[in-house]
């Protein structure tokens, strides 16, 4: 069963069009609702892909909510239509549209001109500039051809708007980001934390964005999955621990550099980029080493990976600095994932625009005497004179007082009521100045958000991992998964049909299931062929019960029968397989759980098994 392998480095521009092809060929991914046309923008994973997916998940999981102590959610993907306003999504989450005027198709403004011209971020330019460079370029419809020149660029909102209940129903939407569902539930969530900064919340599900020409496959969808965490710091207090992560090397392409004509990328690390003010925030460097490091270990090629800094004009409008993880596809960089900091817009928002409390209390060292200013109004005037709206008043005088002491300083004090001014006498507010002993003080906590597009990432582990080789003068398709995210981690064949023969494969198979791992078991074509399928998905390791095991069992039986012993432990071997080598090992049976076990977890490597007949 040996086989001869010819390297051969795959550099054609073409992969995407051969890994859209094999995903949809051997179930990772297509397009969805298939029967009825098809719809654009939204794809069904298939067997393969939904497996490389969750193991994605899991890993994402165990390294940004597991190993960093963080806690994780699972909120609803609908959520009222309060939240979105108070978010800003409803007012700021546009893209550029223009419509084609012959056949009517509506495209990404700031596509046509990335795709057609040098301008690299055209995102981030203001919408009369793009229109001017759609008529310098004498840019056409994508669809039909025709002139776009002259046609208006307009923003284009890209939130799913749907209805909660029947009748007189409430507005609500489809959550564009997970990271809402976090912050609207601050509250309580900082009770689980004890109130104690700085603590972080995962969310891994869907997200929903009405786009406006989804493309590249599963790159840009209307139904996606992100994994997000939202971490909640002091920013006065809380530093990271930036030894863990010091000495990652990474390659930065700031905005200082794509800002000049001869801007370049750097190649640094996360220590000396902090250091030279190059990353401005510490708590954003944690995370990008973190990443990169965990980038890695599922496979993205470092080789073809980077962390870009948003440009001023492209920034989230809740973003005071963002980096982007970006992988190379095809000539072509592509975002991963963002590493935002949010400052405290979140929960102020959410805090101005609820009747909940998102702050977290900080102790002082020690306790401090300031002067507060106070009101305690006369209700039986504010009763009579505003009625309902009485409890209102004081609000809004409260919040004057803390805002502006001089407001009381006259004879009478104005307030706002829903749009509507009213004058009141400043005796009858209760307006006092009083020193007071404060053990500490509420604060808004600043959030840093990596956010992680977990689809993107799958079509660039599954694009980074193909190649194509020569194996016994034929050609080969494999793809170089990672073991720890491939979605079959073995496959068990018998050499032929063969009762017995199929017997032992399935003992085998199901030994190597309670292990807890992911096993396939093929019979169908000859060996050549079926190690041929199992390269295609990934599987990094075969297993082939051939007649020598057999052999080996009968023999073993026959010796103890002889000696008459007690029956023993079979001595039998089956033929294991690497993927990427195409090299065999004879390994024993009984060993099979634990060393496959011991692969998978990458504390052995293929060639480091102690087998025989090796080829």
């Known amino acids: 069963m040996s086989e001869q392998q010819t390297e051969s480095a795959e550099t054609d521009d073409s992969i995407g069009e051969k890994l859209v092809e094999l995903a949809k060929r051997r179930g990772y991914f297509f397009q969805s609702s298939g029967a009825y046309g098809g719809v654009g923008g939204f794809y069904t994973f298939g067997p393969q892909g939904a497996a490389l997916k969750g193991n994605v998940e899991d890993a994402w999981r165990d390294r940004f909510a597991v190993a960093e102590g963080n806690m994780e959610i699972d909120a609803p993907t609908i959520m009222p239509e309060p939240v979105f306003e108070a978010s800003g999504h409803l007012d700021g989450f546009d893209d550029m549209l223009v419509e084609c005027p012959d056949c009517g198709e509506s495209h990404r403004a700031d596509h046509i001109v990335e795709d057609n011209t040098e301008y690299e971020d055209a995102e981030s330019l203001p919408i009369p500039e793009v229109e001017e460079v759609i008529a310098e ?85 209307r139904e996606f999955t992100q994994a997000e965490l939202e971490f909640f710091i002091d920013p006065e207090t809380d530093e990271p621990d930036l030894s863990a992560v010091a000495d990652v090397e ?39 080493g973190v990443a990169k490091r965990w980038y890695d270990a599922v496979g993205v090629d470092m080789d ?9 004009g492209e920034r989230a409008h809740y973003a005071s600095d963002c980096w982007d993880a970006e992988g190379e596809l095809d000539g072509n960089w592509i975002e991963l994932a963002g590493f935002s900091d949010r400052g405290d817009y979140d929960l102020s928002k959410h ?27 006369d209700m039986s005037y504010l009763g009579p004179e505003f009625g309902g709206d009485a409890q209102a008043v004081v609000s809004e005088l409260e919040t004057l007082a803390e805002r502006d002491r001089a407001a009381f300083e006259g004879d009478s004090v104005t307030i706002d009521l829903d749009g509507e ?39 660039t582990v599954l694009h980074h991992a193909y190649r194509e080789d020569e194996v016994d003068g034929e050609d080969r398709t494999y793809l170089e998964l990672d073991p720890e995210v491939a979605p079959t981690f073995v496959g068990v064949f018998p050499l032929q049909n063969d009762d017995e023969l199929e017997a032992t494969a399935n003992d085998i198979v199901a030994d190597l299931r309670d292990a807890g791992l992911s096993v396939t078991y093929d019979d169908s074509g000859n060996i050549g062929r079926r190690y041929r399928r199992q390269d295609e998905v990934g599987t990094p390791f075969c297993v082939t019960v051939d007649y020598e095991t057999l052999e080996e069992r009968e023999a073993q039986r026959a010796s103890d029968t002889a000696s008459g012993d007690a029956p023993r432990a079979e001595a039998t071997t089956v033929t294991v397989r690497e993927r990427d080598t195409t090299a065999q090992k004879r390994l024993p049976v009984s060993d099979l759980p634990e060393l496959m076990a011991d692969l998978r977890a990458g504390e052995l490597s293929f060639g480091e098994l102690d087998g025989k007949n090796e080829s």
Not at 183 to 192: A, D, G, H, Q, S
Not at 266 to 286: F, L, N
Not at 304 to 312: A, G, I, P, T
């Open 137 to 221: 370029y004498e840019l056409v419809c994508p669809n039909c051809g025709a002139g776009l020149a002259g046609q208006a660029v307009e923003t284009f909102n890209l939130m799913f708007g749907t209805n909660i209940g029947p009748g007189d129903s409430q507005p609500g939407y489809l959550r564009p980001e997970t990271a809402q569902g976090i912050f609207v539930e601050f509250p309580r969530l900082k009770e689980y934390a004890r109130n104690q900064l700085p603590f972080g919340v995962t969310q891994i599900g869907r997200a929903y964005r009405n786009e406006i020409s989804p493309r590249r496959s599963i790159i840009r969808t």
């Open 250 to 288: 990474v390659r930065l392409y700031p905005a200082s550099e794509q800002n000049v004509e001869d801007g370049e990328e750097i190649r640094t690390t996360i220590g000396d980029a902090v250091a030279e003010g190059v990353i401005a925030s510490p708590w954003v460097a944690y995370f990008l």
């Open 304 to 312: 073809r990976f980077r962390f870009r800094q948003h440009l001023s």
């Open 351 to 377: 805090a101005a625009h609820s009747e909940d409390r998102f702050t977290v209390f900080r102790q002082y060292d020690e306790p401090k005497t300031v002067e507060r200013a106070t009101v305690d109004p």
């Open 421 to 459: 001014s009213h004058e009141l006498p400043t005796e009858k507010t209760g307006f006092a100045v009083e020193e007071q002993t404060e053990a500490g003080e509420h604060i808004i906590p600043h959030v840093i958000e990596p956010s992680f597009g977990v689809d993107r990432l799958v079509y």
